[in-house]
Every structure is written in C-alpha cells, then in structure tokens.
C-alpha cells in the first residue's frame, strides 16, 4: 500500500536554529516528490517538487532533498515567519493520485 | 498566477441537507482534485477527475458525489450532509510539475 510517514510531528525551534523535517515514502512507480507550507485556516501553497534521487532544490531558508526512500526538508537559521505546518506528498506513477502525509507542525520562537 | 478558487471559506449546514461545493480554476488544467482535511489525519483524496465528465474515487467517497461538466469548474456535492462531514475541504488543480490549491472551504454540519 502506498504511504507517506512525516516526522516528526511537531517540532519547536528557537530562531535561527537548524533543523530538518523528514518524509519516507512508500510507493509503486515514484512521479514526483512535494513539498508544501500550509498556514491555519488556509489551502497547501506548493514550495517545491523533486523527481530523482540525488536532487536538490532551495528557496531562501528552506532546502529539499530526495533519496529513494526518503526526502528532507532542511530549515537553515529560521525566522519565526516560518512557523506553519509543512506537507509532503507524492505523486503515484499509475493512478496520479497525490498522497499526503500528515505533515510536520513547525513552531519557531523569537 | 495560477487561480483556484473555492466558493465559499466558510459555511454551516444542517444535517439531511444538500450542500455543493463549487472550485474554479483559471489555467485551463485536466486534472482536478478534491480533499478533506481532518487533524491528525492529514489529506484524503474523495474524488478526481481527469477531464470534462470524467471522474474517479478517491480514498473516500462514501457520502460525496461530483461533477465536472466544464474544464474549469469542479463540484463536490454532499447528497445528505452527516456531521461526521464536518471538516476543511481543499479543491486541487493539477499541472505537470505541481498542484496548486484553493484556500479551502470549512464547513460545518449541524
């Protein structure tokens, strides 16, 4: 069965503290790995998308890795801005379907 | 910028009612999606649809219905809405590389 496991759930970091958030995944025909921010009360906005293994992506702060089990999402120095929950999903070669994991709540503190 | 807009942010239903939920998207996209979001359950797929008139299951269907009859327009419609339907609904809009989505609809059943 096709799965996706983020963790940890919740994490707490002071500003400017490093730290990266893990998604392992399980499925059959990988077409593409998702990074997404979600605030409260609002819809996922997209941040990144990796297709193979070894590839890597950033946007200010934030840096996506990807292996064959596994991608990380590392936070360089973060700003309490960057507090919201963050989602990964992949993308399931045969149907297309998006599944999600049930993502990391960040919280990072002044 | 790619637009998906969802009719409503916030509504509240009885039970036994009918309820449509509308999504609209502007960039001419095939593929469109429908999700719930409960805590600590992340993102569940209910229905998808890759063009005009087509749709398949998601996840979890039981209780919703959809329809797609204009590329840009793609309904979720619970039939007789149940509390157990009171959650926050995302409509997604898929290109190749990414899915952007609305800012979601919360609504609550009574």
């Known amino acids: 069965e096709d799965q996706v496991t983020q963790s940890p759930e919740a994490l707490r970091l002071q500003e400017g503290e490093s730290s990266s958030l893990n998604c392992s995944y399980t499925?059959?025909?990988?077409?593409?790995l998702f990074w997404y921010r979600q605030d409260p009360g609002k819809g996922p906005e997209f941040l990144f998308t990796?297709?193979?293994a070894g590839e890597e992506k950033e946007k200010e702060r934030l840096k996506a890795t990807l292996t064959k089990k596994e991608s990380f999402l590392h936070i360089t120095a973060p700003k309490p801005e960057d507090s919201a929950t963050y989602l990964c999903?992949?993308?399931?070669?045969?149907?297309?379907?998006?599944?999600f994991g049930t993502g990391t709540r960040l919280q990072v503190f002044p | 910028d790619v637009k998906v807009t969802q009719s409503s942010r916030y509504l509240v239903k009885r039970t036994g009612e009918k309820v449509f939920l509308e999504c609209v998207q502007d960039?001419?996209?095939?593929?469109m999606f429908w999700y719930r979001q409960d805590p600590g359950l992340g993102l569940r797929l209910i229905y998808f649809?890759?063009?005009?008139?087509?749709?398949e299951k998601g996840d979890i269907p039981e209780g919703y219905s959809v329809s797609r009859e204009k590329k840009e327009r793609f309904s979720l419609i619970l039939e007789s809405a149940s509390t157990n339907q009171t959650s926050m609904y995302l409509c997604?809009?898929?290109?190749?590389?990414?899915?952007?989505f609305g800012q979601g609809t919360r609504l609550t059943v009574v």
């Open positions: 960039m001419d996209h095939e593929n």
């Open positions: 999903a992949v993308r399931e070669r045969n149907t297309d379907k998006l599944i």
């Open positions: 990796l297709y193979s």
């Open positions: 499925v059959s025909g990988l077409r593409g």
């Open positions: 997604a809009s898929w290109a190749n590389t990414e899915a952007f």
């Open positions: 649809s890759y063009d005009v008139k087509m749709k």
